[in-house]
């Protein structure tokens, strides 16, 4: 039941899309199908199940994601390997275990290997340009996915180098908006000022600072006092967001009416400390945050979470296989994918779990 009506529905126009490119492909060798090497969760692509004429031609493609132990990553790693393996394309997935000395080896491996595309979801973008760097004299193209690095980036690579991602400005600002659409208007106890507190990702991510920067500003900008009491560093990492909302509840107790979450890994471990001291989400504080993981998508059903924002991995994961389709056929690829970002309250929930 998890995930089928989101996952499926968004899915839908994937294989559309996918079923329409295969057209102006053809061949196919026994070289032509899914591998994965290091997705060691992830089943064997349906690409072996493809008639051969619908094979691109035995097209490789290296992935390297910053890091498996992260949950939306993992979801967006897997519909790449599903969407890439339609096309026919081999795919060997890399996890740079959050150190770019790591990925870099990985990258490096790739380019012997002589694959026809990278997709890279680098571990540091201020590394961004130094991958590029490597790769460039290789003439391999490169989609960065999820990580936005500089533009100055992009542009050093002309006609190779493109980036799909999310405006997270866009995911803060609902962030917001989900607050102002409580009852109380995130300031349950009247005083007129909206008290909260922020985990946030990784400090160098561009999600993490415009998460942190606009949801705020969407609660300034409808004339809203904002008092912050603790930003807290949790790398988007759920256990790390559980000790600090306990200690931040212990700390700060009823004066913290909005616990605020760049991702929902970090919202998931702050629910649960939450629930631990026996505080209502929606009657005494709020609890938002990004991606509508399946459980936070319950959650927000359950009325656990006031709300998230879907990262759409879908969206993303069918815009990164489309430039990499491109890229394999010499067609003109964009250099920006955008992939927008949807509020998930409990009236549409349903819609995304
Ligand atoms: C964000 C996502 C986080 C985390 C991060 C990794 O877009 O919301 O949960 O996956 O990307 O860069």
């Known amino acids: ?95 740079g275990k959050n150190d770019q000395s790591t990925q870099t080896e990985q990258i490096n491996t790739f380019l012997q290997q002589g694959v026809d595309v990278l997709i890279i979801n680098p571990v540091q973008t201020t590394s961004a340009q130094t991958i590029v760097d490597t790769i460039s004299p290789s003439g ?15 542009d050093s690579y002309p006609d190779k180098c493109c980036y799909v991602g999310a405006d997270a400005r866009q995911s803060g600002t609902y962030q917001g908006e989900l607050i102002l659409e409580t009852e109380t208007q995130g300031d349950i106890n009247g005083d007129g000022v909206i008290t909260y507190i922020m985990c946030k990702g990784d400090p160098e991510n561009i999600d993490a ?38 200690n931040a509840l212990a700390q700060y107790g009823e004066q913290i009416e909005v616990v605020f979450c760049n991702n929902d890994a970090m919202a998931l ?18 609890l938002v945050g990004v991606d509508a993981l399946a459980d936070a998508v319950q959650a927000v059903m ?3 979470m006031t709300g998230t924002v879907l990262n759409d991995d879908v969206g993303q994961a069918t815009a990164a296989t489309e430039a990499t389709r491109l890229y394999v056929e010499g067609e003109p690829v964009e250099q920006y994918y955008w992939v927008d970002y949807v509020k998930v309250t409990p009236e549409n929930a349903a819609e995304y779990l």
């Open 1 to 95: 039941m998890k995930m089928i009506t989101r996952r499926d529905f968004l899915k839908a126009s994937a294989v559309v899309g996918a079923t329409a490119a295969l057209t102006a492909c053809g061949g196919g060798d026994s070289s032509s199908t899914a591998a994965s090497s290091t997705a060691s969760s992830a089943p064997a692509s349906s690409a072996a199940e493809e008639p051969a004429e619908e094979a691109a031609g035995g097209a490789t493609i290296g992935i390297c994601i910053y890091q498996f132990a992260d949950n939306f990553m993992t979801l967006y790693r897997a519909d790449l390997e599903e969407y890439l393996g339609e096309l026919g394309y081999a795919v060997t997935i890399m996890d």
């Open 140 to 154: 391999i193209p490169i989609v960065f996915i999820n990580r936005e690095p500089d533009k100055a980036v992009l």
């Open 209 to 246: 600072q415009y998460r942190t920067e606009y949801s705020i500003k969407a609660l300034t900008d409808a004339g809203k006092q904002v008092e912050c009491l603790y930003e807290y560093l949790d790398n988007w990492d759920q256990t790390l967001a559980q000790q600090d909302v306990a």
């Open 269 to 286: 471990g702050a629910l649960q400390s939450i629930q631990q001291v026996g505080r209502t989400v929606g009657t005494d504080i709020y």
């Open 302 to 304: 359950d009325g656990n």
